[in-house]
């Protein structure tokens, strides 16, 4: 089986812009959750998406958001961004079972300048 | 609420010996617990995961980790590191209730390997 992919896996930005990232799961996997990890502040949790319903959200400002296609596919979103977004975005994709282990893909970094 | 501690940001071993990365994890009902690793540019990968069964669980490179409910830690262990160990290591718990549960991430251990 093929692994999750993310697109871009680079990506340079300027400051107010916008940014849209994409992520493909794994086949099969209906669970896909985003993470944000910038060396000061580890792995934070952005959001999960289950057939195409948000169950789940972090602390994060409402310029972040998601969604999630029939196909299970995901994308993510942020506005207007500010230098601080600056970071490695990951996404992670599992199938929904007890002890359900997350798969995840290498990774968009942005860098917002 | 579930939550992961993770002891010290960055450790150093010598090639060739002991590696042991503390996790204590914090938990209403007794959890689901995970050790992910990850190489520079690269994603997570499991190393191993505890489901209620065995409470020493091994995994993959070698590693192992025991499951201690007396002392709510799972500690992540190898003999002996390889240069190739070099990486981030990230413990995980999520509750094993029914229903949907979240996965939990600590912040977080670097561990370098001195040749």
């Known amino acids: 089986k093929a692994g999750v992919t993310q697109t871009p896996r680079y990506l340079i930005k300027t400051r107010g812009q916008q940014v849209t990232l994409s992520c493909s799961p794994i086949?099969?996997?209906?669970?896909v959750s985003w993470y944000q990890q910038t060396p000061g502040q580890g792995l934070q949790f952005l959001f999960e998406?289950?057939?195409?319903?948000?169950?789940n959200k972090g602390n994060f400002p409402g310029r972040f958001s998601g969604r999630q296609f029939s196909n299970s596919r995901s994308e993510m979103n942020v506005s207007t961004l500010e230098l601080g977004d600056s970071a490695l975005y990951l996404c992670?994709?599992?199938?929904?079972?007890?002890?359900?282990?997350?798969?995840f893909g290498p990774g968009t970094r942005l860098t917002v300048t | 609420a579930q939550s992961v501690t993770q002891l010290g940001s960055h450790v150093s071993v010598s090639e060739g010996a002991l590696v042991l990365l503390r996790c204590n994890y914090s938990?209403?009902?007794?959890?689901?617990l995970f050790w992910y690793v990850q190489y520079p540019n690269q994603g997570l990968q499991l190393l191993l995961k505890?489901?209620?069964?065995?409470?020493l669980v091994k995994g993959i490179n070698g590693f192992e980790a025991e499951f201690k409910k007396s002392e709510t830690s799972f500690h992540l262990t190898k003999p002996s590191a390889h240069m190739s160990d070099a990486a981030e290591y990230f413990c995980?718990?999520?509750?094993?209730?029914?229903?949907?549960?979240?996965?939990?991430f600590g912040i977080g251990t670097k561990l370098q390997v001195i040749p």
């Open positions: 992670a994709s599992s199938l929904e079972d007890r002890g359900r282990e997350q798969y």
């Open positions: 995980a718990v999520s509750p094993s209730g029914g229903g949907y549960q979240k996965v939990t």
């Open positions: 938990s209403s009902v007794p959890p689901y």
């Open positions: 505890y489901t209620s069964a065995a409470t």
């Open positions: 998406y289950f057939s195409e319903t948000q169950r």
């Open positions: 086949s099969g996997h209906r669970s």
